[in-house]
T-cell receptor, first 114, second 117 residues
Framework: KAGVTQTPRYLIKTRGQQVTLSCSPI?????VSWYQQTPGQGLQFLFE???????NKGNFPGRFSGRQFSNSRSEMNVSTLELGDSALYLC?????????????FGEGSRLTVL | AQKITQTQPGMFVQEKEAVTLDCTYD???????LFWYKQPSSGEMIFLIY??????QNATEGRYSLNFQKARKSANLVISASQLGDSAMYFC??????????????FGAGTRLFVKA
């Protein structure tokens, strides 16, 4: 069974540009969530999607957006990149939407903003 | 507001010994799930163990056990018989439903475990 797949794995952008990251969840998982991981802030929750609807959003500016498609694949977009957006972006999928639902993570997309 | 606290930035343990990683949490919701994840230097996050807020017994998964003390809002991870491959970052996490009907998992700052040969 394939795991969570994130693309691209590494990317370098310059300030002001925008970036789109992709996540394919484990087959059958309809819940997808995104996290930003930095050395200073740790793991910060970005969004959660279920059935193509954003169900929850973290405390991030409007430059961070996302969506989920009918096949449960998800994308997140960051516009007008800032140096502080450099981070590892992790996508996770979950089979259960209950409190029991452990997250299955992808390997992440490492974004460097110059 | 929900919060997860891990007070040990780094821990050392001798191979084959047991180690306890501390985690306290704060929530006003009676229904929640507690998790531990491991992140090796390669970067991927690996689920280790789960404890539900209504579970009466402590969870165990192989060499991992979760010491759940609900009144103290504590969910410590115990790793028995440490192995060199246990060297990694460990995150305590809590998952609960939000007022929007969505689910949110929040993470502690993590504890870096070093296993010495």
């Amino acid at each position: 069974k394939a795991g969570v797949t994130q693309t691209p794995r590494y990317l370098i952008k310059t300030r002001g540009q925008q970036v789109t990251l992709s996540c394919s969840p484990i087959s059958g998982h309809r819940s997808v969530s995104w996290y930003q991981q930095t050395p200073g802030q740790g793991l910060q929750f970005l969004f959660e999607y279920f059935s193509e609807t954003q169900r929850n959003k973290g405390n991030f500016p409007g430059r961070f957006s996302g969506r989920q498609f009918s096949n449960s694949r998800s994308e997140m977009n960051v516009s007008t990149l800032e140096l502080g957006d450099s981070a590892l972006y992790l996508c996770a999928s979950s089979l259960s939407r209950a409190n029991t639902g452990e997250l299955f993570f992808g390997e992440g997309s490492r974004l460097t903003v110059l | 507001a929900q919060k997860i606290t891990q007070t040990q930035p780094g821990m050392f343990v001798q191979e084959k010994e047991a180690v306890t990683l501390d985690c306290t949490y704060d929530t006003s919701d009676p229904s929640y799930g507690l998790f531990w994840y491991k992140q090796p230097s390669s970067g991927e996050m690996i689920f280790l163990i789960y404890q539900g807020s209504y579970d009466q017994q402590n969870a165990t998964e192989g060499r991992y056990s979760l010491n759940f003390q609900k009144a103290r809002k504590s969910a410590n991870l115990v790793i028995s018989a440490s192995q060199l491959g246990d060297s990694a970052m460990y995150f305590c996490a809590m998952r609960e439903i939000t007022y929007t009907g969505g689910f949110k998992t929040i993470f502690g700052a993590g504890t870096r475990l070093f296993v010495k040969a």
